[in-house]
């Protein structure tokens, strides 16, 4: 087999790889959430739950229309483009419907702002969820 | 000695702790930059940055902090300096909001679901019933702010959900919105029911309003009107959407002046709807009007309440989440003449 061949296979196969690369999600383990449903995963990142069952206020992790995060996020659950995503965000918030979400691009911050505030809810690779600290939890879902 | 240095630590660490604890308030920009065209009697057209919009949020426990200050222009070059909302809200309960200050009235859908960010608009601004028209320097009739506290309930079995506003009221004109001294002694209520659609109607609203409120006299040469009873009644529906933006709504002013028997009533209403190709979303509007008479309120106020209907039609690019580019054209169609007018805006949020 030609080697150019077989290094464009190679390549491709990185990228669909890349492209399956999935996301799991994270919060503190004093949030108490023990699983999630994907209807109940859209309802936190849709702002129509609120608050967890502890009774903490949910706060989003999100990222700039560029972040993996948010370009995995927003077709997978809505089955619409980042930027109509983090619109709607931004709209909720600025109608105070919303807390304010922090932002974060890449895996190292999402953690760092998962453990800054109870409630604090986001997405990290599953690479990069290997080795959470001993606050944080990954939260199975279906 | 050692007393000073341990207050001096204190205040130290209390300043590092306040810090901390407000290391979540955030502040974000709105505001529009237009190219405007108007043909009326004459043609004029401007290069427009009339407005500028400042948000602030905090939120601590179960309080949360709104601020929202308006640099704009109101039929003129002046810049004047608004205060859009000034809010503390408290979460008593996962169903139960309850929130204090200057607000955006929950009335009909409008006024609460962009509150004054364009950017989220589809069409380039609020249907005249709204906002008035800042380029003629005149407010719209809906009573869509209001100073006083606000109950929000959110059943937790079903998808209804009531809001409850108790307010100043309405001012000597629809300009003023009385944040420091009301005009009368007598309180406005507004009472907003809505269902909000689930599943295969994710993105339906529909709601109806009931405004009832006294409006203080105006004994100023030339604007004077007597004191009235108003009541508003008010319908809306949505359907909003990624791929949908439908809205309709309808409200109905009735004036009665105090002393007299004497009745103003006017029908406002508008509809508009664009569905999105894409980051591109083609839209249309029309809005209606109709009054029994010159309400003398509305009137002296400055809101030309004859008859007349506006039809405009556009399209907004979605160029970012921050950035919208949006063309607009509009037709106002009253009994005397008509106007023209084209608007090129863009509309950002950062």
Redesign the interface.
């Known amino acids: 087999m030609p080697r150019g061949l077989i290094t464009a296979g190679l390549v491709v196969a990185m990228l669909a790889r890349s492209a399956d690369a999935g996301f799991v999600l994270v919060t503190r383990v004093d949030t108490k959430v023990a699983k999630l449903s994907k209807d109940a995963i859209k309802a936190v990142f849709s702002n129509r739950t609120?608050?967890w069952s502890n009774g903490d206020?949910v706060v989003l992790v999100v990222g700039s229309?560029d972040s993996p995060a948010m370009q995995w996020l927003a077709p997978t659950f809505?089955?619409?483009?980042?930027?109509?995503y983090?619109?709607k965000v931004?709209?909720d918030?600025?109608?105070?419907d919303m807390?304010?979400p922090?932002f974060a691009d890449d895996d190292a911050t999402t953690l760092k702002r998962i453990e800054?505030?109870a409630g604090v809810v986001g997405w990290v690779t599953e690479a990069g969820a290997k080795k959470l600290p001993r606050d944080l939890a990954v939260v199975p879902s279906d | 000695m050692i007393h000073a240095r341990a207050v001096m630590f204190a205040t130290g660490l209390a300043l590092v702790s306040d810090q901390v604890a407000r290391?979540?308030a955030?502040i974000?920009f709105?505001g529009d930059l237009d190219y405007h065209v108007v043909k009326q009697d004459t043609t004029n057209n401007s290069f427009q940055a009339s407005s500028l919009d400042i948000?602030a949020?905090d939120?601590e426990r179960n309080f949360?902090f709104?601020g929202e200050l308006i640099a704009q222009t109101l039929g003129g070059n002046d810049f004047g300096v608004d205060a859009d909302?000034l809010?503390v809200?408290y979460?008593a309960a996962?169903w139960l909001h309850l929130s204090a200050g200057r607000i955006r009235t929950s009335i009909g859908y409008y006024a609460?679901?962009?509150?004054t960010?364009k950017?989220?608009m589809t069409p380039v601004s609020w249907p005249e019933m709204y906002e008035g028209s800042p380029l003629d320097g005149f407010d719209g009739i809906v009573p869509a702010h209001g100073v006083g506290v606000h109950a929000d309930v959110a059943r937790e079995l079903g998808n209804d959900n009531g809001k409850f506003d108790l307010l100043n009221g309405r001012g000597v004109d629809l300009g003023e919105i009385a944040a420091f001294q009301d005009g009368n002694n007598g309180k406005a209520i507004n009472f907003r029911l809505r269902y909000h659609g689930e599943g295969d109607l994710e993105g339906l609203i529909v709601g109806g309003n009931v405004y009832v409120d006294d409006i203080p006299a105006d004994a100023t040469t030339g604007v004077e009107h007597v004191a009235m009873h108003e009541l508003v009644l008010g319908g809306h529906a949505a359907y909003v959407t990624?791929m949908v933006h439908a809205v309709a709504e309808l409200f109905w002013f009735r004036h009665r002046e105090h002393g007299t028997e004497v009745l103003h009533t006017t029908l406002a209403g508008f509809g508009e709807a664009g569905y999105a190709f894409g980051?591109f979303m083609p839209y249309a509007r029309v809005e209606v009007l109709q009054a029994s008479d010159m309400d003398p309120y509305f009137t002296t106020s400055g809101f030309l309440n004859g008859d007349h209907q506006i039809t405009s039609a556009g399209v907004k690019y979605?160029a970012?989440?921050?950035v919208a580019l949006k063309l607009q054209a509009s037709v106002d169609h009253n009994t005397t003449q008509n106007g023209y007018e084209a608007i090129t805006q863009a509309a950002f949020?950062f």
């Open positions: 609120k608050t206020t229309e809505f089955n619409v483009s980042t930027k109509t983090l619109t931004k709209q918030v600025f109608k105070g807390r304010h922090l800054s505030t | 290391a979540d955030t974000n709105f948000y949020m939120t949360t709104i909302r809010e809200g979460k996962p609460d679901a962009y509150q960010g950017f989220f990624p980051d979605a970012s989440a921050s949020a």
